[in-house]
């Protein structure tokens, strides 16, 4: 049978350390549709054994689309003159937070562009702000700053911290990244671990000069860099972009990635992402979710400006509202024998310490307040 000749070779990728590179590029490679079943039985039995049943819920608030960055796949990136661009003030943001914090999910993930005039001052006066009215965990991701800026933001009570790497190659993320170092996104990386963030950061699937081998090798730099969250999504191309008229990413590709990152790395949270909902007017993230993903990401940006976070298309779909496609999620989980999860959802190794061994068989800132950026 097909499992029996790709069985060994899951096994191994299970249980090493340092991956056979042979043994990545023959997973993602796979195209036998029983032995792609069975990858992605294996990565969720791995999901269950290690995360459990849970679907931990993020809320996204978006709170500024101004980049500074020129990235190739990015709608927000500062070459886009057609964009209009917005900041939300403190107010809003906090605003935004308090909605979060009544729907009762407990996590709020505070996203932007790298925006150049956003001090770090501010930032970090809202996330200690948020952490003192409503109990809830708070996720960064704002791109690269300082060490000193990072110090600020979990000295403030910042608890985790999203950084994607897009790809572990370092040519071709310079390729992909004009005037970005690779160097630089690394250290941001162990400063933030250095730091005791719990950290983020990801690739994703489809990008023009990506093989099978690159990927193979992005997944042995993810591995290597001992993340507590992990996001694998598709590339979906956006027409004021350098890379609008490549085509999106291969579903099954995706999908495959996102099993084998979950076997490598058992212990992480992985995003069924938001890309899955857009790449081809399908969701897909009920897939993902049976692949090895076990986090749902929502979007609770103020409706007025939601639209305007562009990093896809503007063709592609907005969850108009919030509580319908929670609803929607909670319909979703319930077909997988599953549930959402409000609480933190803290990383799995910083609650219960390292995962077990074998695999089973198979069957702050107190200065003074602002209101705007």
């Given at each position: 049978m097909a499992f029996a000749r790709i069985e060994p070779c899951l096994e191994r990728v299970y249980e090493a350390e340092t991956p056979r590179r042979t043994d990545l590029e023959r997973l993602l490679g796979l195209t036998d549709p029983a032995d792609i079943e069975r990858l992605f039985d294996f990565a969720d039995e791995v999901r269950r054994r290690h995360v459990g049943d849970a679907i931990p819920v993020r809320a996204i608030v978006e709170f500024s689309n101004y980049c500074r960055n020129r990235c190739a796949y990015c709608g927000l990136q500062a070459g886009n003159a057609v964009l209009e661009r917005y900041r939300l003030d403190a107010g809003q943001v906090l605003k935004a937070a308090g909605r979060v914090a009544d729907m009762g999910i407990a996590t709020v993930v505070l996203q932007s562009g790298e925006d150049p005039r956003m001090p770090a001052e501010w930032l970090g006066e809202v996330t200690e702000r948020i952490k003192t009215r409503f109990d809830m965990a708070v996720t960064l991701s704002v791109g690269e700053r300082s060490r000193d800026d990072y110090a600020l933001w979990r000295h403030c009570g910042a608890d985790r911290y999203l950084l994607k790497i897009e790809t572990g190659v370092p040519g071709l993320y310079e390729r992909l990244h004009p005037a970005m170092s690779f160097a630089n996104r690394r250290r941001c990386l162990k400063d933030l671990a250095d730091l005791g963030f719990q950290v983020g950061s990801g690739i994703i699937v489809g990008l023009r000069g990506q093989t099978i081998a690159t990927l193979a090798d992005d997944m042995v730099f993810l591995k290597a860099c001992a993340l507590?969250?992990?996001?694998?999504?598709?590339?979906?191309?956006?027409?004021?972009?350098?890379?609008?008229?490549?085509?999106?990413?291969?579903?099954?590709?995706?999908?495959?990635?996102?099993?084998?990152?979950?076997?490598?790395?058992?212990?992480?949270?992985?995003?069924?992402?938001?890309?899955?909902?857009?790449?081809?007017?399908?969701?897909?993230?009920?897939?993902?979710?049976?692949?090895?993903?076990?986090?749902?990401?929502?979007?609770?940006?103020?409706?007025?400006?939601?639209?305007?976070?562009?990093?896809?298309?503007?063709?592609?779909?907005?969850?108009?509202?919030?509580?319908?496609?929670?609803?929607?999620?909670?319909?979703?989980?319930?077909?997988?024998?599953?549930?959402?999860?409000?609480?933190?959802?803290?990383?799995?190794?910083?609650?219960?310490?390292?995962?077990?061994?074998?695999?089973?068989?198979?069957?702050?800132?107190?200065?003074?307040?602002?209101?705007?950026?």
């Open positions: 507590d969250m992990v996001s694998v999504g598709p590339f979906i191309p956006h027409p004021h972009t350098v890379l609008g008229g490549q085509p999106a990413a291969d579903l099954m590709l995706t999908l495959k990635a996102l099993a084998v990152a979950r076997i490598l790395m058992p212990d992480a949270h992985m995003p069924a992402t938001t890309a899955l909902a857009y790449l081809d007017g399908v969701d897909r993230r009920a897939a993902a979710l049976a692949a090895g993903a076990n986090v749902i990401m929502v979007k609770c940006t103020p409706y007025d400006v939601r639209r305007l976070y562009d990093i896809y298309p503007s063709g592609a779909p907005v969850d108009a509202d919030t509580a319908a496609t929670l609803a929607q999620l909670e319909a979703t989980a319930c077909v997988l024998g599953r549930q959402l999860d409000y609480s933190r959802g803290d990383c799995i190794r910083t609650v219960r310490g390292p995962s077990p061994p074998s695999m089973p068989q198979p069957g702050c800132y107190a200065g003074k307040t602002t209101n705007a950026m």
